[in-house]
């Protein structure tokens, strides 16, 4: 098994996206890339603590790529926005990959610069690719958060 870890924006869309991949063994959103140990949601929303909303990802590589997760990630939120999401506006809504590996970090460049050169967006892509550090698993309820609703979806 392997992780990935993605921030696009809420953490609850992020993670009923991925939940849907074959070959994703599980999912648990938390809070990354930020100088505050062991942050809790209170804390992220400050604006203070430099995280960003993320949903780790364990995957088995024999049934999906990283790539794919890529794919899901680049598709499912707006790359071009700095620290803002639709509505969800703020540091911890950054577009972000945490990569854990150099074939990771390899495999994310390339992806960006790809979409990048595809000129999908009119904007250029505002992602940051950045080592996976500490990660601080969120309260349990946003674990899921969506699915416990009933919803496919958030509403934005």
């Known amino acids: 098994m392997e992780k990935a870890t993605f921030g696009a924006g809420c953490f609850w869309g992020v993670e009923a996206e991925f939940r849907k991949v074959p070959g994703v063994i599980s999912t648990r959103v938390g809070y990354a890339g930020g100088h505050l140990p062991n942050a809790t949601y209170k804390q992220v929303c400050s604006g203070t ?35 803002r999401q639709g509505p969800d506006i703020g540091e911890q809504y950054r577009s972000v990959i945490f990569f854990h590996s ?3 970090e390899a495999a994310a460049r390339a992806s960006k610069q790809a979409l990048e050169a595809s ?25 899921q958060y969506l699915e416990k609703r009933g919803l496919a979806h958030c509403n934005l």
Do not use: M
Request: charged share 20%; aromatic share 12%; with cysteine.
């Open 119 to 143: 000129h999908a967006f009119r904007r250029p892509i505002a992602t940051v690719i950045e080592p996976a550090g500490p990660f601080y698993e969120a309260e349990d309820y946003h674990q």
């Open 49 to 83: 603590t430099g995280h960003a909303e993320v949903c780790e990802v364990t995957f088995d590589p024999s049934k999906v790529s990283y790539q794919a997760l890529l794919d899901v990630f680049w598709h499912e939120h707006d790359p071009t926005q700095v620290n």
């Open 102 to 104: 150099p074939e990771q």
